[in-house]
T-cell receptor
Framework: QKEVEQNSGPLSVPEGAIASLNCTYS??????FFWYRQYSGKSPELIMFIYSNGDKEDGRFTAQLNKASQYVSLLIRDSQPSDSATYLC????????????WGAGTKLIIKP | EPEVTQTPSHQVTQMGQEVILRCVPI?????FYWYRQILGQKVEFLVSFYNNEISEKSEIFDDQFSVERPDGSNFTLKIRSTKLEDSAMYFC????????????FGPGTRLTVT
C-alpha cells in the first residue's frame, strides 16, 4: 500500500515565525512532489512543486526534498494569519503517469 | 488568470438517482482529473482522462462511474445509482502536461445523497 504521511497537527506558529511542515512517502519510485493549501470548505490550491533533491524557493515558501530519506518538507517564512490552512502533501505514484497519492494534511494555525 | 470551473456547487440527490457533475478545465490543458474528498478525509484520485479516453482509474472508479468530454470544453463525471457513501466533495482538476504532473483544481461540487 503506497502511503503519504503527514502529522495532522494542529501546528501553531506565531505570526512572523517560520512554519515547518513535513511529509514522508513510501514509494521509492515517486518523482514529483506537491504541496497544496486547502482552506476549510475550499478546494486544494497548488503552492509548490519539486522534482529534484534539494531546496526550491518561491517567495516565502521553500520546498525541500530528500529522496534517499523519502522526505519532503515545506517551510513558510514570515508566517501570516492568512497562511492558516491545511497543507496537503501529494506525491505521484512511481508506476503511474497520472495518479497522485495524498497525505491527510497538516492543519497550520498562525497566531497573531 | 484562467481557472477550472465546476457546476453545480452543491447537488442534493436521492439514493439510487443518477447525477452528472460538470467541469470546464483550463482551456490549454490536455489532462483532466476527478478527485473526491469525503468530509474530514484525504483527497482520493478517481480517474484521469487524456486524448478523449480514460488514462488511469482507481479502485474507487467502478462501473457506477463514467466520464465524458462531450465537447471541446466540458468534462463530466456521471455517478449512477448513487449511494449514501457517495456523499463527498468532488473536485475536477486539469493539467497542461504529463511531465510535470501539476494539477489545478476547480472549486468542487458538494454532493449530498439522502
Amino acid at each position: 500500500q503506497k502511503e503519504v504521511e503527514q502529522n495532522s497537527g494542529p501546528l501553531s506558529v506565531p505570526e512572523g515565525a517560520i512554519a515547518s511542515l513535513n511529509c514522508t512517502y513510501s514509494d521509492r519510485g515517486s518523482q514529483s512532489f506537491f504541496w497544496y493549501r486547502q482552506y476549510s470548505g475550499k478546494s486544494p490550491e497548488l503552492i509548490m512543486f519539486i522534482y529534484s533533491n534539494g531546496d526550491k524557493e518561491d517567495g516565502r515558501f521553500t520546498a525541500q526534498l530528500n529522496k534517499a530519506s523519502q522526505y519532503v518538507s515545506l517551510l513558510i517564512r514570515d508566517s501570516q494569519p492568512s497562511d492558516s490552512a491545511t497543507y496537503l502533501c501529494a506525491v505521484n505514484m512511481g508506476d503511474s503517469n497520472y495518479q497522485l497519492i495524498w497525505g491527510a494534511g497538516t492543519k497550520l494555525i498562525i497566531k497573531p | 488568470e484562467p481557472e477550472v470551473t465546476q457546476t453545480p456547487s452543491h447537488q442534493v440527490t436521492q439514493m439510487g438517482q443518477e447525477v452528472i457533475l460538470r467541469c470546464v478545465p483550463i482551456s490549454n490543458h490536455l489532462y483532466f482529473y476527478w478527485y473526491r474528498q469525503i468530509l474530514g478525509q484525504k483527497v482520493e484520485f478517481l480517474v484521469s482522462f487524456y486524448n478523449n479516453e480514460i488514462s488511469e482509474k482507481s479502485e474507487i472508479f467502478d462501473d457506477q462511474f463514467s466520464v465524458e468530454r462531450p465537447d471541446g470544453s466540458n468534462f463530466t463525471l456521471k455517478i449512477r445509482s448513487t449511494k449514501l457513501e457517495d456523499s463527498a466533495m468532488y473536485f475536477c482538476a486539469s493539467g497542461r502536461d504529463r511531465e510535470t504532473y501539476e494539477q489545478y483544481f476547480g472549486p468542487g461540487t458538494r454532493l449530498t445523497v439522502t
